[in-house]
C-alpha cells in the first residue's frame, strides 16, 4: 500500500508553471514538517521546499521566489506551486517528512521543463 501519492508532474515550457498534490498516508502525513525534495538528472535527491508546523516554510536557494509550499491537513495532502519553471528545475518529484522516512517514498513525479 502507498504511503504517499504524488501528482500534477507534466511536461511544460521553460516559464511555465505547475502545482504538484501529495497526498499521504496517516502513517507519513505529519502536523509538524513535510517537503519536496526532487531529484535531477546525474544527482542526488535534494530538499526543494518544507513546511513545519505553524505554517513556516523553507526553500532552497534555487526555487526561492519561485515556488510555494502548502498543505491541506484536513486531507493529508502537500502542495508545491511551482512557477517561472527552468529546465534545470527538470526531475522526479517526491514528498515525505523532513528529515524524510526511508520506508515511506513514493513513486515520485516527473517535471520535464523544455527551453
Known amino acids: 500500500q502507498a504511503q504517499v501519492v504524488e501528482s500534477g508532474g507534466g511536461l511544460v515550457q521553460s516559464g511555465g508553471s505547475l502545482r504538484l498534490s501529495c497526498e499521504a498516508s496517516?502513517?507519513?502525513?505529519?502536523?509538524?514538517?513535510m517537503a519536496w525534495y526532487r531529484q535531477t538528472p546525474g544527482n542526488e535527491r535534494e530538499l526543494v521546499a518544507r513546511i513545519i508546523h505553524g505554517g513556516r516554510t523553507d526553500y532552497a536557494d534555487s526555487v526561492k521566489g519561485r515556488f510555494t509550499i502548502s498543505r491541506d491537513s484536513a486531507k493529508r495532502t502537500v502542495y508545491l506551486e511551482m512557477n517561472s519553471l527552468k529546465p534545470e528545475d527538470t526531475g522526479v518529484y517526491y514528498c515525505n517528512q523532513a528529515p524524510p522516512l526511508r520506508w515511506s517514498w513514493g513513486q515520485g513525479t516527473q517535471v520535464t521543463v523544455s527551453t
Open positions: 496517516i502513517r507519513v502525513f505529519s502536523i509538524n514538517t
